[in-house]
């Protein structure tokens, strides 16, 4: 890609108002769902450090909503290293923040969402009735051997869809939905090549 596509990325991802604003009127788009992206959270190794950043990054996210009322909404981040911290700061970013709910960047460090020790998290998500965005993540929690001498396939061309997808097969099948019926989760990019 152009090194000006890039530099045009970089300079539209942080903005709110000079960009963002006039393009989502531009294009006749009401209201946007913020979020905090890929590395996010999840790759802090640092439990305490996770817990200070989730909340400094969704207080970031209420500035922006409460400084343009019905034209933001956001999913939280979540420090998923300490569950018992995730599920407070979820309740914080729902109950006080007003989010619409919360956004996971795949893994956290090499651990999945089926994992036991997360059950609270959707236990908590079908209480508040509100979503889980399983977004893809980086680094990947592993090296596959089918992407050996092929590096075009990593990242969103092909390794993130499959990952993600991959993870929210695990989810689906670990019986997360059996156990919290009223979860959600949310998958971007046309299902994360679920549907095909």
Known sequence: MQP??????????????QLRLPDMDANGIAM???????????????PVRAVENARFV?????????????????????????????????????????????????????????????DQLWAALAELKVPLYLHPGMPPADEWHVLSAHPELGGALWSCQATTGGHAMRVVMSGVFDRHPGATMILGHAGEFLPF
């Open 4 to 17: 000006e596509f890039y530099a045009d990325m970089a300079a539209r991802l942080p903005d709110v108002t």
């Open 32 to 46: 946007q769902v913020l979020s905090l992206t890929v590395p996010g959270i999840e790759v802090e190794v640092d």
């Open 58 to 118: 969704n207080d970031s996210l209420a500035e922006i909503i409460a400084a343009h009322p019905g034209r933001f909404a956001a999913f939280a981040a979540l420090p998923l290293q300490d569950p018992d911290a995730a599920v407070v700061e979820l309740h914080r970013a729902v109950e006080q923040l007003g989010f619409v709910g919360a956004l996971v960047n795949d893994h956290i460090l090499g651990v999945y969402l089926d994992d036991s020790r997360f």
